[in-house]
């Protein structure tokens, strides 16, 4: 490990763990989280989203950062992706239960407020399978899109405010990869087992596991470009 290793490592831990040690910070956290739960999940995914796609980088390059890579644009992007999710995430938390009690199984919502249970977990299991496979292919393509789009920006703040052709990005996008690694395989292995966990976490930290698992998209992304050049 080297020196910018131990400070990415410190920096993520002076994050997280006040939130997690520091009963204040905690109450703060919650607080926030449940007045503004949309401007949170704008920060919690610009911060660790961001860091994700850093570690990505890192282990695809060597390093953290490099001209071109656009810290600051990809942490609005997430943050405006973030929003997105936490909005798909009420949207879905609330249709699935339903959904599955429509299918004749009885009290998943009930059982989705309550104390662990395999009811609950069927129920965040539903939610996860609904989420990701309707909502999250939409997410990933529009997420490599802008990532494409700041790369061609040279990684400048202007990337937020430049204009580009949403079909010619389409069309460019390296669609075997990104069916036959990231869709076919990381949302049934990784994403379905992972958001049920987060919807069997209390509602006011399951916007920010899920931007802690945003940290694990961008090892995945990083996988998913060196796939890409292979190709």
């Known amino acids: 490990m080297k020196k910018c290793d131990f400070l990415f490592i ?7 763990t006040p939130f997690a040690l520091i009963e204040p910070v905690g109450q703060w956290f919650s607080s926030a989280t449940a007045s503004h739960p949309y401007l949170m999940a704008f920060a919690k995914f610009a911060i660790l989203s961001t860091a994700g796609e850093m570690l990505g980088l890192r ?26 999710i936490a909005m ?17 199984v009885s009290g998943v919502t009930d059982a989705m407020k ?8 069927l129920g965040a299991f539903s939610i996860s399978v609904t989420m990701n496979t309707i909502f999250a292919p939409v997410f990933m393509t529009v997420h490599k ?5 700041i790369l061609n920006c040279n990684g400048s703040t202007k990337a937020l405010i430049t204009p580009f052709n949403f079909g010619d990005a389409l069309a460019g996008l390296n669609w075997k990869v990104q069916w036959g690694f990231v869709f076919k395989k990381t949302i049934p292995l ?20 899920a931007a802690v698992l945003g940290i694990v998209l961008g090892v995945l992304l990083s996988v998913a470009a060196n796939m890409s050049r292979s190709k």
């Open 190 to 209: 990784f994403w379905y087992p992972a958001h049920t966990i987060t919807f069997l976490l209390p509602a006011g930290f399951q916007v920010l596991f």
């Open 59 to 84: 282990i695809k390059e060597g390093c953290y950062n490099r001209p071109g890579f656009g810290v600051i644009p990809r942490a609005v992007i997430w943050g405006i992706l973030g929003v997105g």
């Open 10 to 16: 410190l920096c993520m831990l002076l994050i997280v």
């Open 114 to 121: 309550g104390e662990f249970s395999w009811l609950k977990v």
């Open 145 to 149: 899109i802008t990532d494409t789009h």
């Open 88 to 104: 798909a995430m009420k949207t879905f938390s609330t249709g699935a239960p339903k959904l599955v009690e429509s299918l004749g």
